[in-house]
């Protein structure tokens, strides 16, 4: 790999003041499951290289103020087994012990799995976040059968890779980052995925000079479930995964149904949640809302299977929720 110089910082304020204003240069690491290997491919070869380890405030779970914050070095691991995640969100235990590996589970980090990069097969070998070679899209002409089927308009192809994301925008998470000086914003979860338009761009909604710090998810008492379609059980990625939150009475309100590994970013389908904010959470509801959430989909050439995963899995989510 490239060399690079490496951080480790003891403050958030010093860590942050340890970024630029420019993707690339300086690359963040947490538990490095996604970095180290980008690292030795060459997808990305910053200058700097700066860990996360030695910020505590940046690990472990706990109530605040109607929530449970998740700090953001908390690994996987840690998460399904805390007792209050468990009792209140098991969208998320799924999510998470659905990566597989113990390794993993031990390493990997929250903030990792929602900062991860595509797992696209054209951007991991060279062609780029959008995968274009003079000016043709590989993804929309070539291999496609792994890409996107909702917002495939534009020129990211590519499908978001988090596991927790969906279940964290179902449960209407907020995502803290800091920044300069140590400033710190929210970010609700709907609006922290995103699909890039150039290529110096990234799919999350943190600038270049900012450190995810924490994820705050309310405790509203919502039942939630998560089902993911998968070729195998663990060291792999689901084809779709549809996680939602409801309210447990009929007309209570709040209910989401989010889609995973179907678009650049986890996507949100109100009008399947607006189902189960009126009726009576049964399998003919369930199986209603896996039509409405399909509807709009627009496949690539190899990739229209995914439709019928995707009906199933909000069937079986909602079912898992009950």
């Known amino acids: 790999m490239k060399p690079f110089e490496y951080s480790a910082p003891k403050t958030l304020k010093e860590a942050c003041g340890l970024l630029g204003d420019t993707w690339g240069k300086t690359e963040i690491l947490a538990g490095g499951t996604d970095l180290v290997t980008s690292l030795k491919q060459r997808i990305t070869q910053p200058s700097r290289v700066l860990s996360l380890k030695h910020l505590k405030e940046l690990h472990g779970i706990r109530n605040s103020r109607g929530s449970l914050v998740i700090g953001a ?38 903030g990792g799995d929602l900062c991860q990069r595509p797992r696209c097969w054209y951007f991991r070998n060279g062609y780029g976040l959008l995968a274009q070679k003079d000016g043709v899209s590989l993804a929309r002409e070539g291999e496609n059968r792994y890409h996107a089927i909702f917002a495939a308009d ?18 209407g998470a907020e995502m803290v980052a800091a920044g300069p000086g140590g400033a710190t914003r929210s970010i609700p979860a709907t609006e922290f995925f995103r699909a890039p338009q150039s290529e110096n761009e990234r799919e999350i909604a943190l600038k270049p000079n900012e450190i995810l710090t924490e994820i705050n998810v309310p405790l509203k008492g919502l039942k939630n479930g998560i089902y993911e379609i998968r070729h195998r059980h663990g060291l792999d990625w689901p084809y779709v995964t549809a996680a939602v939150a409801f309210g447990g009475k009929e007309g209570s309100g709040g209910a989401r149904v989010v ?6 970013m986890p996507w949100s389908v109100p009008a399947a949640a607006k189902l189960l904010n009126t009726a009576r959470p049964d399998e003919a509801t369930a199986a209603r809302c896996g039509q409405v959430a399909v509807e709009g989909a627009r496949p690539l050439s190899q990739n229209a299977y995914k439709i019928q995963m995707a009906r199933t899995a909000v069937k079986r989510a909602v079912l898992a929720a009950v």
């Open 73 to 110: 070095m908390t690994t996987l691991g840690e998460l399904a087994a805390h007792s209050d995640v468990r009792r209140h969100f098991p969208a998320l235990v799924t999510a998470a012990t659905g990566v597989g590996s113990p390794q993993l589970l031990s390493v990997g980090t929250v």
């Open 154 to 171: 534009g020129p990211a192809l590519f499908v978001s890779a988090s596991s927790l994301g969906p279940g964290l925008i179902a449960l």
């Open 259 to 264: 889609l995973g590994h179907v678009a650049p």
